[in-house]
Every structure is written in structure tokens, then in C-alpha cells.
Antibody, heavy 121, light 108 residues
Framework: EVHVLESGGDLVQPGGSLRLSCAASGFTFSSYAMSWVRQTPGKGLEWVSGVSGSGSDSFFADSVRGRFIISRDNSKNTLYLQMNSLRDEDTAVYYC??????????????WGQGTLVTVSS | EIVLTQSPGTLSLSPGEGATLFCRASQSVGGNYLAWYQQKTGQAPTLLIHSASTRATGIPDRFRGSVSGTDFILTISRLEPEDFAVYYCQQYGSSPWTFGQGTKVEIK
């Protein structure tokens, strides 16, 4: 059974940094693209970033490009999101989501339960 | 980016009734690459439909997706108690992948 579990959410001050992790199991991790999707009550669901199965290709929403870095360690079956220069508007529940194939990013066939990031002074 | 507008915002229905949810794209969605998700309170979204009309594994056939031009439709033929939730559409035809704002299906 596919399982993904996020961790690392916390309260952080504006301008600060945070790293989220997503541990995956139940599938061949390196064969599938992975993404981060966030959700806020006001803005709903927003795709943030994605990475191909091999880790060679990464994609970002304009709202986070240049501030967030996505990476993966296929030997550890783990996805990461390094978030820098955090802003109030980055406050959200961050979900780790699995794609249906290894290349590009498209829809999401499995989701974790999410981790809460709060950016506030 | 492609903006997805879902309607109505809320549907108030009784168990056993049918539901029709709409998702209109601001421009053509390449390949009709559109997915539908269900989200229950306090839970993560779950995939219902991809490629506009293909049900995900394990999704009952009372859920049906269709498309007409830039209008995508999710039909639930007979609402079961567990179907009352929020439904989102998402396009993956062009980056950035975007979501609609959701339609809440509530018990009348």
C-alpha cells in the first residue's frame, strides 16, 4: 500500500527557513514524480513544486521560485522541500503528493496527511 | 496560467439524489488533462478522476467525469452518505498545474 508521511512543519518567523520531509513507502519511489501541494483556507489548493523520479527535473510555482528548493533522496525514499525567505502568505498545510509516472508532474494519485507551516512573528 | 472556476460553490442535496459539478477552464486544457479530487473534513484530497473521464482505482462507477470544450463536469449519480465532501478540479495540461476553488456538497 502506498504511504507518504510529511514532517517538519513548524512556526517560523518571516524571513526564516524550514525544511519539510516526506517519507514514502509501498512503491518504487525512484519511478515516480513527487510534488508538494499546499492548502490555505483562503486560497484553497496550490501546487508548489514537483520533481521527476530521477530528481533531474524540478518545477516551481512562480510564488515560490527562487525561494524554495525541492530535492529527493531515492536511496532513502524521501522527498524534501527547503523553504527559504518565508513570508506570511506561505502559511499553509503542505501535502506531499505522488504522481502517476516518473516524468514531469501531472495529477496526484496519493497524498500524505499534511504538515502545518505557520509563518508569523 | 489556466484559471479553473468551479460551480456552484455549494450544493445542498439529500442522500440518493444526483449531483452535477462544473469546472470551467479559462483556456483550452491540453489533452483534456483534468483531474477531480474529493476532500473530506480534516483529510487529504483523494483522486477520483483523471484525464477528464478515467476513474481512479477503486472509485465506484457512480462517479463520472465528462468534458465539453473547456467545461468539465463531475456527475455523482446517487449520493451516498460518504460522498458529502468538497470536490476540487485540477488541470495538468500546462504548467503551473492549477486547482479550482472547490464545490462543497452538503447534506440538505
Amino acid at each position: 500500500e502506498v504511504h507518504v508521511l510529511e514532517s517538519g512543519g513548524d512556526l517560523v518567523q518571516p524571513g526564516g527557513s524550514l525544511r519539510l520531509s516526506c517519507a514514502a513507502s509501498g512503491f518504487t519511489f525512484s519511478s515516480y514524480a513527487m510534488s508538494w501541494v499546499r492548502q490555505t483556507p483562503g486560497k484553497g489548493l496550490e501546487w508548489v513544486s514537483g520533481v521527476s523520479g530521477s530528481g533531474s527535473d524540478s518545477f516551481f510555482a512562480d510564488s515560490v521560485r527562487g525561494r524554495f528548493i525541492i530535492s529527493r533522496d531515492n536511496s532513502k525514499n524521501t522527498l524534501y522541500l527547503q523553504m527559504n525567505s518565508l513570508r506570511d502568505e506561505d502559511t499553509a498545510v503542505y501535502y506531499c503528493a505522488k504522481g502517476p509516472r516518473g516524468t514531469a508532474v501531472n495529477y496526484f494519485d496519493s497524498w500524505g496527511q499534511g504538515t502545518l507551516v505557520t509563518v508569523s512573528s | 496560467e489556466i484559471v479553473l472556476t468551479q460551480s456552484p460553490g455549494t450544493l445542498s442535496l439529500s442522500p440518493g439524489e444526483g449531483a452535477t459539478l462544473f469546472c470551467r477552464a479559462s483556456q483550452s486544457v491540453g489533452g483534456n488533462y483534468l483531474a477531480w479530487y474529493q476532500q473530506k473534513t480534516g483529510q487529504a484530497p483523494t483522486l477520483l478522476i483523471h484525464s477528464a473521464s478515467t476513474r481512479a482505482t477503486g472509485i465506484p462507477d457512480r462517479f463520472r467525469g465528462s468534458v465539453s470544450g473547456t467545461d468539465f463536469i463531475l456527475t455523482i449519480s446517487r449520493l451516498e452518505p460518504e460522498d458529502f465532501a468538497v470536490y476540487y478540479c485540477q488541470q495538468y495540461g500546462s504548467s503551473p498545474w492549477t486547482f479550482g476553488q472547490g464545490t462543497k456538497v452538503e447534506i440538505k
